[in-house]
Every structure is written in structure tokens, then in C-alpha cells.
């Protein structure tokens, strides 16, 4: 054990031996410490892969609903496109959403919360 303590910046009675992320609210767990953490980078560069990750699955799925939209009717039958569509979106809201979806499913009524509903009923509309 190092013996730092870390805490939420929202929650100061929220207290814990090692990173995380806060019952009450969702947000990473800060050391209480002055002196910079090895792991200081870690949640940034976690959500940057997801954010380029998601960019990569999305990008085929905006340009195959543009390319249906502009020219004549493709090979494909719209329930087979819509199930091929399927896969990708699916690795997008679950690749990139998931710490979004985790921290709003522990949160008590809190602004992940609120994110995570929004995700949830906005992926799923027609």
C-alpha cells in the first residue's frame, strides 16, 4: 500500500485506498495527495482510444446511410442492411458508451445518470 488516500472532488466523505470512480456522483477518484500520480494521464487517454475508436466504427455506418439516401436502391435489402448496420453500432455504443453506461447504472440519481438514460433511448430510436 502507498498510503494515499483518494477522494471525489464532489464528495469529500468519499474516501478510498485505491483510484476508482465515486459512488455518489461517477467522477474519477483524485489523490488526495499533492504530488502528481503515475497514473495521472490514465482516464484521458482511455477516453481518447474510445473516442477515435468510435469515430472508426461510425465513419462506414454515416457514409452507407448517406450512399443509400443519394443514389438508387443498393443490392441489399433494407432489413439486411439494417441488421450489417447492426455490428458496428453496437460496438460503438457499447465500446465508447461503456464507461458512460457503468457510471450511470451505480450512480444514484446523478448527471450520468441522466447521460446514460439519454444514451440508451437516443441509440435505440429509428
Not at 49 to 66: D, K
Request: hydrophobic share 45%.
Amino acid at each position: 500500500m502507498s498510503g494515499v488516500a483518494y477522494i471525489c472532488p464532489m464528495h469529500a466523505q468519499v474516501q478510498r485506498e485505491l483510484p476508482g470512480i465515486c459512488p455518489v456522483c461517477g467522477m474519477a477518484l483524485e489523490p488526495l495527495s499533492a504530488a502528481p500520480a503515475e497514473n495521472e494521464g490514465e482516464e484521458l487517454r482511455d477516453m481518447t482510444r474510445r473516442l477515435w475508436s468510435g469515430a472508426l466504427l461510425s465513419a462506414p455506418l454515416v457514409l452507407w446511410e448517406h450512399l443509400s439516401m443519394l443514389g438508387p436502391q443498393t443490392v441489399l435489402s433494407r432489413p439486411l442492411s439494417n441488421w450489417l448496420e447492426l455490428v458496428p453500432a453496437t460496438g460503438v455504443v457499447l465500446g465508447v458508451g461503456w464507461p458512460l453506461l457503468t457510471r450511470a447504472w451505480i450512480s444514484p440519481m446523478s448527471p450520468w445518470k441522466v447521460r446514460g438514460l439519454f444514451w440508451s433511448k437516443a441509440t435505440w430510436q429509428e
